[in-house]
């Protein structure tokens, strides 16, 4: 079996980054930090954003139920108010199963 690299995590990520990672551009990253209080990104000296892994972790979900569940920013707000754990958790379940995916292709690509 090939090496597996370890990813490193960042202690934070520009908005650039951010906007590459999800495939967004910077301004639909921005709108979504104004619409969503749990997204609060520190600033450096020179104003620019700086995301820690847990706001790009809520924007991760927040561009799901968005771009591929097809709910409103409303609707998103709604599910998010009351049930952050349970679509924190969904989430997680999501993220495991497309981890469990790729390492039984890879396995399947290997044989």
């Known amino acids: 079996m090939p090496y597996r690299e370890k990813k ?3 202690l934070y990520y520009s908005i650039g980054e951010v906007s590459r990672m999800l495939g967004v551009p910077v ?8 619409e969503f209080r749990i997204l609060k990104p520190m600033k450096n000296k020179k104003g620019n954003r700086m995301f820690t892994s847990r706001d790009l ?14 709910m409103t920013i409303a609707g998103v707000k709604k599910k998010l108010s009351g049930k952050w754990d349970e679509t924190d958790r969904e989430y997680e379940i999501g993220e495991s ?7 039984l292709v890879e396995l399947r690509d290997s044989i």
């Not at 809520?58 to 968005?66: E, T």
């Not at 199963?97 to 390492?103: A, E, N, P, T, Y």
């Open 57 to 70: 972790k809520n924007l991760k979900i927040i561009h799901r139920l968005l771009k591929h569940e097809g």
């Open 27 to 34: 301004s639909t990253v921005r709108f979504w930090e104004n």
């Open 8 to 10: 490193i995590e960042k």
């Open 97 to 103: 199963l497309k981890r469990i995916r790729s390492l």
